[in-house]
């Protein structure tokens, strides 16, 4: 029967948790990487894919040898396979040396592609082939390159939906697939979050050189109440930044929930209503401010092109954002299009003019927004303002402007 040295799967990469789930995957990282058998890493977007892979690695034969990780989604499309193989001097504009690609430069180690469900339909033929016989071809050459490559791959997409749609290779998800390594999210293990903030805190400050005197029990309880959409990565930046923000003192429930709190208006700063409506009545919501938010910009490119004629829009120092310009810029705006714009008046910014939408006009649109959001803030202005974009003094003007 296998061994398996869970304390050194944890420690070799700080997977600190000790809940069951957690167990669950370094248990499984101990019996896997000790073969070379091709992994899929699945998970949401921030709960420790990459951890997994190099826990991998580091409890692997190949941890002597090189790990190169890869972000698919970060690199264009055009030189992905490039990138991924490498190229000969001379194949297109711009290859002016031969290249060695990611799948070279990880001989006789690992390369870890996260977001592999990114990869264009071309490029994933060209993977499984360096799955299934370790060959492929630099861009521009005829001569087949052998490597002898491990490949740990990461998703926070359903692979299985992708291949139904189309987008993803059935062959390529089932070879991949043979080994599949599910990372939890934070919020399905909340027993390990004391854990992982004593480790950011202790790691951060070691780092930077900044006392630390923990986090209260009062601290980590409201900590959990949070559901943590970003999953560890969050809450590795959080740690940080209430550590930084409160050097020297023990974080408690105050600043916990200060701090939370302003990571959920900055979340849902521009969501029309809370969820708990009915769809119609949101999706009606989220059509009024889309329209407002088109209005806005209409008027902002009216007033570029009355600048750019020598006018000088009147523009409230205070209303970066504007809903619309005062009347009097509406007044310069429509006597300059009326002179000035004739050659472009079929295709014409006055097609979107303060008129109508539907039934209502663009006046009747604006004021039913602020007055859903002055009810759904309590006629708070700051955060009515804050939603919609404005400062405060403007919508103050457009309050008395439709006596609301």
């Known amino acids: ?24 995957v370094l248990t499984l990282i101990g019996q896997i990487s000790k073969t070379d058998i091709s992994v899929l890493v699945t998970g949401k977007s921030g709960s420790g894919k990459e951890m997994v892979a190099k826990a991998i690695h580091k409890n692997s034969k190949r941890k002597f040898e090189s790990l190169i990780v890869v972000n698919c989604a970060a690199i264009p499309s055009g ?37 592999i469900g990114e990869l264009p339909k071309e490029t994933q033929s060209k993977l499984l082939r ?16 052998k490597v002898d490559v491990r490949i740990i791959a990461a998703t926070n997409r359903n692979l299985l ?50 006392p630390f005197k923990g986090f209260s029990s009062e601290a980590i309880a409201e900590m959990k109440k949070y559901n943590w959409p970003g999953n560890i990565r969050e809450l590795k930046n959080v740690v940080e930044s209430l550590i930084v923000m409160n050097s020297g003192e023990r974080i408690t429930d105050k600043m916990v929930v200060k701090h939370l709190n302003l990571e959920l208006e900055s979340q849902n700063v ?34 570029i092109l009355s600048t750019s004629r020598g006018e000088m829009p009147d523009i409230s120092p205070a209303n970066p954002a504007l809903f619309l310009p005062s009347p009097n810029t509406q007044e310069k705006i429509q006597n300059n299009k009326e002179n000035h714009l004739t050659n472009v008046k079929d295709a014409s910014l006055s097609g979107l003019k303060e008129e109508a939408v539907g039934e209502m006009t663009m006046d009747e649109l604006e004021k039913e927004v602020i007055e859903k959001y002055l009810k759904k803030f309590k006629n708070n202005r700051r955060k009515t303002a804050q939603a919609l974009n404005i400062s405060e003094r403007t919508l103050y003007r457009k309050i008395k402007e439709y006596s609301v």
């Open 1 to 24: 029967m296998l061994m398996i040295d869970l304390e050194k799967i944890r420690k070799s990469v700080g997977m600190v948790g000790e809940s069951d789930q957690i167990i669950e």
């Open 79 to 115: 030189i992905l396979e490039s990138e991924l193989f490498g190229h000969k001097k001379g194949s297109f504009t711009g290859a002016n040396d031969n290249k060695i690609g990611y799948f070279e430069s990880a001989h006789k180690g690992t390369i870890f592609l996260d977001e």
């Open 130 to 145: 360096v799955i299934e016989s370790g060959e492929f071809m630099r861009v521009g050459e005829s001569k087949t390159q």
């Open 161 to 210: 939906k992708e291949v139904q749609k189309n987008n993803f290779r059935q062959d390529l998800y089932f070879r991949l697939k043979t080994i599949n390594v599910n990372v939890p999210s934070l919020i399905d293990h909340l027993g390990d979050l004391h854990l992982y903030i004593e480790r950011f805190g202790l790691e951060f400050t070691n780092k930077n050189d900044i």
């Open 270 to 303: 521009n969501l029309p209503m809370s969820l708990d409506g009915d769809t119609d009545k949101l999706e009606r919501e989220l059509i009024l401010k889309q329209l407002l938010y088109l209005r806005q910009d209409v008027n902002e490119l009216k007033q």
